[in-house]
């Protein structure tokens, strides 16, 4: 499976984006789909998670109720809606896959494949 990242940019607090995650190889196999961030100095961590049936999501709790994780099976994409940013959702955010249903969803190890990154910088 390949993963394609798109959407980040440079916004203001307050503003909102919307990246994708475009799938593209043995999709079919997927499990479910994570978006995960980096911070400078700090280590990735997850943002949310949904299964490729689109039937199950979660979210941290630094982004619930804010950031929306969504799917599209027909276009093998899953979107990240991010509203009412903030300068600590700065960071790289990328998106990943997992074929099995093994493992903690939010876990970096519970996922077979990563994206390259998109940057998201959120100026105060």
């Known amino acids: 499976v390949q993963l394609v990242e798109s959407g980040g940019g440079l916004v203001q607090a307050g503003d909102s984006l919307r990246l994708s995650c475009a799938a593209s190889?043995?999709?079919?196999?997927?499990?479910?789909m994570g978006w995960f961030r980096q911070a400078p100095g700090k280590e990735r961590e997850f943002v949310a998670a949904?299964?490729?049936?689109?039937?199950?999501?979660d979210y941290s709790d630094s982004v619930k109720g804010r950031f929306t994780i969504s799917g599209d099976n027909a276009k093998s994409t899953v979107y990240l809606q991010m509203n009412s940013l903030k300068p600590e959702d700065t960071a790289v955010y990328y998106c990943?896959?997992?074929?099995?249903?093994?493992?903690?969803?939010?876990?970096?190890?519970?996922?077979?494949?990563w994206g390259q990154g998109t940057q998201v910088t959120v100026s105060s």
């Open positions: 990943a896959a997992r074929y099995y249903n093994s493992g903690a969803h939010y876990l970096i190890g519970s996922y077979d494949y």
């Open positions: 949904i299964t490729w049936s689109g039937s199950s999501t």
């Open positions: 190889g043995r999709t079919f196999s997927i499990y479910a």
